[in-house]
C-alpha cells in the first residue's frame, strides 16, 4: 500500500486555520509538527551534501590542475576519466533543489578536461 503524500507546512497551517473542532486542530498541530521536523531534516542533510560537494570539488581542483603538468598519457587519461566521473557524480547524482534543464549539466562541469589525442 502506497503512503500518504505528506502535507507541506503551508498546507497544514491553512487546514489549521480553517479547522472548527478542537481535536481536528490538535491533529492539524502535530502533523504540522511532524511536516516542520521533516523538513529540517532534508534541509540539514542538504547542507551536508553540498558541504562535501564543496570539499571534493576543492580536493579534485589540484589533481585536474596537476594533469597538465604531466606528459604520461595512459595516467592522465585514467584520472581524467576519474574526474569526469566524479564530477558527473556530484552534478548528476546528489539531490537538488531545482532538478537540471536538458543541456545544462555539461555547463555546469567543473573540471573540464583536456581531450588526449
Known amino acids: 500500500m502506497a503512503e500518504p503524500k505528506r502535507k507541506n507546512w503551508r498546507q497544514s497551517c491553512s487546514a489549521a486555520l480553517e479547522a472548527k473542532d478542537p481535536d481536528e486542530l490538535g491533529e492539524i498541530v502535530q502533523e504540522l509538527n511532524k511536516v516542520l521536523t521533516h523538513e529540517e531534516l532534508t534541509m540539514a542533510r542538504m547542507q551536508v551534501v553540498a558541504e562535501m560537494n564543496h570539499h571534493i570539488r576543492n580536493t579534485l581542483s589540484p589533481i585536474s590542475l596537476w594533469l597538465d603538468a604531466t606528459d604520461n598519457q595512459p595516467l592522465n587519461r585514467v584520472i581524467s576519466e576519474a574526474v569526469a566521473r566524479i564530477d558527473w557524480a556530484l552534478r548528476e547524482i546528489l539531490p537538488r533543489a531545482v532538478p537540471l534543464r ?16
Open 102 to 117: 536538458e543541456g545544462q549539466s555539461h555547463d555546469l562541469g567543473y573540471f573540464q578536461t583536456r581531450r588526449s589525442s
